[in-house]
């Protein structure tokens, strides 16, 4: 494999990693407080645009893959990822909705309206297993990755 996809995997398979560890900090609000809560989240944003950016080769051929002639596996795990990924885009959208710290410390005023307060528990609470799910689907990539950094991290 060249040095490029090697080193773009690896970038990959890094982003993930953090995407993930922030994932499962901002999904708990309990221990981090509220304050911290939101604004972690609103740097969540930030590792979620890169892994969007990241697997944009995969996006782009995503909705061409759905008609093509593709194991069942392949087809579910395409419909998963749109699905959690506007399950997430709800979650933050709802989140920033009902914001009590981050927008009124930017001076921006909301009426919290009850409809966005249930949304956003409700897309939370599903994101949990969703990424549990999308990770299982995932799972040989991160193990056959895991394999191949390690087996070069030994021969350095």
């Not at 970038?11 to 221990?31: G, N, Q």
């Not at 933050?92 to 710290?101: K, R, T």
């Not at 528990?121 to 799910?133: A, E």
Request: glycine share 2%; proline share 3%.
């Amino acid at each position: 494999m060249s040095d490029w996809k090697q080193s773009l995997q690896k970038t990959r398979y890094v982003m993930d990693v953090l995407l993930l560890v922030s994932f499962i900090i901002i999904s708990a609000p309990k221990a981090t407080g509220i304050p911290l809560h939101e604004w972690l989240s609103l740097l969540f944003v930030i590792p979620f645009l890169i892994h969007l950016l990241l697997h944009w080769s995969w996006f782009k051929k995503s909705f061409s893959r759905l008609i093509a002639n593709i194991s069942l596996k392949e087809r579910i795990n395409i419909v998963w990822n749109y699905v959690i990924y506007l399950t997430m885009l709800l979650a933050f959208v709802s989140g920033f909705l009902i914001s009590e710290a981050l927008l009124p410390a930017l001076n921006i005023e909301i009426n919290i309206l009850d409809f966005w307060s249930k949304l956003h528990h409700s897309s939370s609470v599903l994101l949990m297993p969703m990424t549990g799910i999308h990770l299982a689907l995932n799972w040989s990539w991160v193990v056959k990755l895991t394999k191949r950094m390690r087996a070069k991290g030994v021969t350095r």
